[in-house]
C-alpha cells in the first residue's frame, strides 16, 4: 500500500512563490503526479516525474527523489485563480496502474 | 479523440435506497477504468478499478459494488445506500497498461448526498 502526507492547508501572497511537499511510500512506483482541483471539480493534470529531478512547466514546476520518496510543487508568480487544492498521487503498478492520491493541500491564495 | 461521460451530476437519495452511476468511456478499447470517492474534507479515495470486462478489484469494503458488463462501460452500485456514502464520484480511465506521463482522464463527477 502508500503512505501519501502532504500539509493540510497553505497560505500565500498573489505574486509571491509556493512551495508543497509531499512524501510517499510505495512498493511499485511508477511515477508521481500532481493534480489541481478546484472545488466542486474533477482534478486536472498538472505535472509528471518519473525520474529524479526537476520538470518545469511554465509557473509551475515539480520535483522527485525517489530514493526519498519526496516530491513538491512550486508555484511562481500567484495568482488568485491558484487558490485551489493540490493533490499529490503516485501510480502503483500492483493496483492495474491505479493512482493513489494524497489528502490534497488547500492552497489561498491572498491580495 | 477520446471522450468519458459521467451521469449525473447530482443526486440526492434517501437512506436505504438503491445507487446506480454509470461511466463510458468512448474512442478507445480496452481501457482501464476507476471508480473514486471524495468525502466532504478528505481526500479521493479509490473504490474499484477494472482491467478487462468483468474483472473487477476492490480497494475497500464497503457498502458499495462495481460492474464492468461492456469494454467501455463501468457501473457503481449499492442495493442499500448509508449516509456515509455521501460524497464526490469520480470515474477515470487510462490505456491498458498505462504508462503515460499524463495519467488518468477523469469524468466530470457526481455529487451524492444521501437524506
Known amino acids: 500500500g502508500q503512505n501519501i502526507d502532504q500539509p493540510t492547508e497553505m497560505t500565500a501572497t498573489e505574486g509571491a512563490i509556493v512551495q508543497i511537499n509531499c512524501t510517499y511510500q510505495t512498493s511499485g512506483f511508477n511515477g508521481l503526479f500532481w493534480y489541481q482541483q478546484h472545488a466542486g471539480e474533477a482534478p486536472t493534470f498538472l505535472s509528471y516525474?518519473?525520474?529524479?529531478g526537476l520538470e518545469e512547466k511554465g509557473r509551475f514546476s515539480s520535483f522527485l527523489s525517489r530514493s526519498k520518496g519526496y516530491s513538491y510543487l512550486l508555484l511562481k508568480e500567484l495568482q488568485m485563480k491558484d487558490s485551489a487544492s493540490y493533490l499529490c498521487a503516485v501510480r502503483d503498478i500492483g493496483s492495474g496502474y491505479a493512482l493513489n492520491f494524497g489528502k490534497g493541500t488547500s492552497l489561498l491564495v491572498t491580495p | 479523440s477520446q471522450t468519458i461521460h459521467q451521469w449525473p451530476a447530482t443526486l440526492v437519495q434517501p437512506v436505504g435506497s438503491p445507487l446506480s452511476l454509470e461511466c463510458t468511456v468512448e474512442g478507445t478499447s480496452n481501457p482501464n477504468l476507476y471508480w473514486y470517492r471524495q468525502a466532504a474534507g478528505r481526500g479521493l479515495q479509490l473504490l474499484f478499478y477494472s482491467v478487462g470486462i468483468g474483472q473487477i478489484s476492490s480497494e475497500v469494503p464497503q457498502n458499495l459494488s462495481a460492474s464492468r458488463p461492456q469494454d467501455r462501460q463501468f457501473i457503481l452500485s449499492s442495493k442499500k445506500l448509508l449516509l456515509s456514502d455521501s460524497g464526490f464520484y469520480l470515474c477515470a480511465w487510462s490505456p491498458w497498461g498505462d504508462r503515460r506521463s499524463y495519467g488518468y482522464t477523469f469524468g466530470s463527477g457526481t455529487r451524492l448526498t444521501v437524506v
Open positions: 516525474n518519473v525520474l529524479d
